[in-house]
């Protein structure tokens, strides 16, 4: 471990490195301010910035805009009462009232100083546990590989959805869609329809900008109205000063944060949104003086903010070490790991630990960074809220275009990019999800193959996948999670019907 | 809430695709493996899947449609100009994509992408109704700017990404 330490050192203090992690870390804190361009989103876009870059560089520059995303979505929730990223929804309860009482910079600071520390506790987390899960990982075959894709699959189309079904349907799609090209075992074209461009299959660049950049920005065209300005005075504020000593000062709400995020980020599906709203009802519990929150009280933006950055790292350990990501921005950072040329799962702990763990330093670069553009650029980030909406439709647009054109120069691709687009706002309109879809297609072909292959190697046997401990568990466990969340379903139906009936 | 009829239509489309792709995986060659499963048989198993789970979603919207239907009959032509106006500003969009993808090539990358930045943001202000507000004066003066702001635009984002990340672009 020690040596893939070093190594990894080597790897992220390089002056190009860190300029990367700056810069993305930078963009990353843009599009998190601005409301409806979300973490998945950011780094979709940023993709072709990566595309030459060595490894650890262009992950480095993804992490840092995963980061900064992250962080800045506190920025309009605090002066706008809107929060940028859906998991600052938590922000806005007690960051906005502390805006109006004239306290905004206050707030801000806060805000900046939890999200550092729950970054960088949540890095701790990363490094400890994604390692020993990796090595677990190592004794897997192709039935444990094929029930844990089911698991994937199950878990984020449990929670991605706005029902069991509809999370499922937008999995299998992905499933499907992964089906398009040279058949991985036989050889063989499907649905091809002749389109050389599609032999390899779907590229996941074009189906990633789709499914995130274009879904939104069709969402965005179709909500258009220039009656609704957010020009509508946000709070001014001159610097965010860094809170420390404040911070610190809320350690139980700092503690409950860097808990609530740490435990909900390693489970796949559980999202930000989830993790700040149970760290800020863990913190109201804990705090002696619960009657402040929701009033502009200090310890409800520590508790959120942290939990918001400790969540991404723990989202990170079950793609970095199994390669199944726990929600669609970790899912979108996978498909640029692979675009990277980097396989995430147990054996890139085995082949190339230099990189994995300067991925860990990487990610704990970017928080520093975060720390330190945010408190000096905040001026320049509450001018990002004041873009014109229709502006910013056109330049995502032009570089959703350059992302998916630059991959290999073809047109075809920008076919997809679009009908993904459809496809991604359709399904987001309709409660179905994107992030199934996305996992689907990564998940697609390590289903497909290991199914086959290990039907071939049990000679047509289909006991193995049941009876093999981990596959079985794998299985049970998504089994139980199927239950439950139908279980969940029916009763939130059965209460939505009752005031109804009555 | 009001229901969208978009929602039944969309599940139907997804049990339509659904029988469509299980029909066209079993056209596909029959090759025997060992172990048993072809390469039609993954396709055929997710389409058939897609499909059972797409028909009760068609069930309940529809029923949940026509429920909310029978509920709010007049009160939907009130608020029917709004979704007739996003319905447009949508419409307009994915054409303009479509065309720019088309001209991608052919204009080269300044040229589409300044020609589609106005246009886009031109056919915004006009469907929205936000342009027909303004003054004759101020109209001159908005288009200028949402000329300048294309050809910046493209210029700079063409010179930053071939000069600085050697990514190729369409002359």
């Known amino acids: 471990m020690l040596t893939g330490y070093i190594d990894g050192l080597g790897l992220v203090f390089q002056l190009g490195t860190l300029l990367a992690i700056a810069g993305g870390t930078f963009l990353g804190i843009i599009m998190g301010v601005l409301p409806g361009l979300t973490s998945a989103m950011a780094i979709a876009l940023l993709l072709p910035v990566t595309f030459g870059m060595p490894p650890v560089m262009g992950i480095g520059m993804l992490l840092g805009t995963l980061c900064g995303a992250g962080a800045s979505g506190s920025i309009p929730a605090i002066l706008l009462n809107i929060p940028g990223t859906p998991s600052s929804v938590a922000t806005t309860f007690d960051g906005f009232p502390m805006a109006q009482k004239g306290e905004a910079g206050r707030a801000l600071g806060l805000a900046i100083v939890a999200s550092f520390f729950g970054g960088v506790a949540s890095m701790v987390v990363l490094s400890l546990l994604a390692p020993p899960i990796a090595e677990f990982a190592l004794r897997f075959g192709a039935a444990e590989y094929f029930s844990l894709s089911i698991f994937g699959l199950v878990i984020i189309a449990s929670v991605a959805g706005k029902s069991l079904l509809k999370g499922l349907i937008a999995g299998l799609i992905g499933f499907f869609c992964s089906t398009i090209g040279t058949d991985p075992i036989a050889g063989v074209d499907r649905f091809t329809f002749g389109q050389l461009s599609l032999l390899t299959g779907i590229n996941l660049l074009p189906a990633l900008i789709g499914l995130f950049a274009v879904s939104q920005v069709l969402k965005d065209a179709f909500e258009y109205d220039p009656s609704n300005k957010l020009q509508n005075s946000p709070h001014k504020v001159d610097i965010a000063r860094p809170r420390f000593i404040e911070t610190l000062r809320n350690w139980r709400a700092l503690l409950v944060g860097i808990v609530s995020g740490s435990v909900v980020g390693p489970v796949p599906g559980a999202g930000g949104s989830i993790a700040s709203l149970v760290a800020y009802d863990q913190a109201r519990r804990f705090s002696k003086t619960p009657e402040k929150f929701g009033k502009g009280h200090g310890a409800g933006i520590v508790s959120v903010e942290s939990a918001n950055n400790a969540l991404l790292g723990g989202a990170l350990i079950p793609t970095l070490a199994l390669g199944i990501p726990g929600e669609a921005a970790t899912a979108v950072l996978l498909g640029g790991l692979m675009i990277q040329g980097v396989t995430p799962g147990p054996m890139l702990f085995e082949s190339q630990s230099g990189i994995i763990y300067g991925i860990f330093l990487a990610y704990l670069v970017a928080n520093f960074f975060m720390l330190i553009i945010m408190c000096l650029g905040i001026k320049l980030f509450v001018r990002v809220l004041l873009v014109p909406r229709k502006q910013l439709i056109s330049a995502i647009i032009v570089f959703c275009f350059i992302g998916v054109y630059g991959v290999d120069g073809d047109v075809f691709n920008l076919y997809i990019m679009l009908a993904f687009g459809l496809l991604g706002y359709f399904l987001n309109r309709y409660g179905f999800g994107t992030a199934p879809v996305i996992l689907g297609l990564i998940l697609g072909p390590i289903a497909e193959s290991n199914l086959r292959r290990g039907l071939q190697t049990f000679g047509g046997d289909w006991t193995p996948f049941f009876t093999r401990p981990i596959s079985v568990t794998f299985l049970v466990i998504a089994c139980g999670l199927l239950a439950l969340t139908l279980w969940q379903n029916y009763r939130t139906r059965q209460q939505d019907a009752a005031p109804d009936a009555a | ?171």
């Open chain 2, 1 to 171: 809430m009001a229901k969208d009829i978009g929602k039944p239509i969309f599940d139907l489309f997804l049990v339509v695709a659904s029988a469509i792709g299980f029909y066209m995986a079993t056209t596909l060659p029959a090759v025997s493996m060992a172990g048993g499963l072809s390469p039609a048989s993954f396709p055929k198993l997710i389409s058939g899947l897609i499909f059972v789970c797409a028909v009760p979603c068609l069930i309940r919207d529809s029923y949940e449609w026509l429920a909310a239907r029978r509920v709010r009959e007049g009160v939907t032509a009130l608020n029917a100009t709004a979704p007739k106006k996003g319905i447009l500003q949508w419409l307009t969009i994915v054409a303009l994509i479509i065309v720019y993808i088309n001209s991608f090539e052919r204009l080269g990358y300044i040229a589409s992408t300044a020609i589609f930045c106005f246009l886009n943001v031109v056919c915004l202000v006009i469907t929205s109704g936000e342009f027909q507000k303004l003054s004759n004066s101020r109209k001159l003066r908005n288009l200028a700017a949402y000329t300048v702001f294309a050809f910046t635009l493209s210029l700079v984002i063409y010179y930053v990404f071939t000069e600085l990340f050697n990514i190729p672009l369409p002359d």
